[in-house]
């Protein structure tokens, strides 16, 4: 299974692909003059955008044995969307969050954060970027288990010196009680269901009140039923809180609850579905 801080897709072999016809999706794709040459543009509106890639590529290696992960990816994702991010395994997913998730950089292109340029960002801002303004969530909700409910939630929040013992407490009890483990706070992992773990992680993604959050295959470990809890969730809290939520999945079902659908293939944008 593919982790979000594995920066290389296990295929790699980029082929030509006939890209959907944009007109077919008007509420979801929109062109643009300056943006004519690229694969396309997920958003309803540029300036709003949280999120923006213009031209991006992600090479691992040289020639003759480089292997292109991401080509000419060009998005604008507005804020308070919830985005499905689908495509078979190699396909450039995971390349993909971890480029917008600042964990990696492209091989070249513009990626931008809330109108900050990451390809500028030294690793000290970028880490003060993921801790502030970015949460993730992993396909294996990646708790300490030797911490309590509230204490994995709490642990991000320990790298922001300027939040107070009492700030912390508060936003961990709210954030939990809007997961519905509010009961649960004094709780090992260990005796979670994996719903409940999905729920805890989701939790601590939150807490730091972040500009978006990543998913990568949030469901991929938990049955179709709790599978679907999680990301109906994930979408009540989307609502809600007006965050933006990027995940990735196979599932047709957990698609369908997205607001739009971006979907890659062989590193580049095949379609986007509204």
Do not use: W
């Amino acid at each position: 299974m593919r982790k979000l801080n594995s920066v290389r897709d296990r295929r790699c072999s980029p082929k030509l692909i006939c890209h959907a016809d944009k007109s077919a999706v008007p509420t979801l794709v929109h062109s643009s003059p300056t943006l004519s040459r690229h694969d396309s543009v997920v958003g309803l509106q540029r300036d709003d955008s949280i999120i923006r890639l213009e031209d991006v590529y992600r090479t691992f290696g040289t020639d003759p044995g480089a292997c292109t992960a991401l080509r000419a990816i060009t998005l604008a994702i507005p804020r308070g969307n919830l985005l499905a991010l689908v495509g078979p395994s190699g396909s450039g997913k995971t390349s993909l969050l971890n480029i917008i998730g600042g964990i990696d950089k492209p091989s070249r292109g513009s990626v931008r954060i809330e109108n900050q340029d990451l390809m500028t960002m030294g690793e000290a801002k970028l880490s003060d970027l993921r801790l502030r303004r970015i949460g993730f969530v992993f396909q294996d909700a990646r708790l300490i288990p030797v911490l309590t409910v509230a204490e994995n939630v709490e642990f991000p929040l320990l790298f922001r010196s300027e939040m107070s013992s009492v700030e912390r407490k508060r936003r961990v009890s709210r954030v939990l009680e809007s997961v519905g483990l509010a009961d649960k706070h004094e709780r090992r992992p260990e005796t979670l269901s994996g719903g409940e773990r999905q729920r805890v992680a989701l939790a601590r993604a939150l807490a730091g009140d972040p500009a978006f959050v990543l998913a990568d295959e949030p469901t991929a470990n938990l049955d179709q039923e709790t599978g679907v809890a999680v990301l109906e969730l994930m979408r009540s809290l989307n609502r809600e809180r007006s965050v933006t939520i990027i995940y990735s999945t196979h599932d047709p079902q957990l698609m369908a609850i997205a607001d739009g659908v971006l979907k890659l293939r062989d590193g580049r944008i095949e379609e986007n579905v509204a």
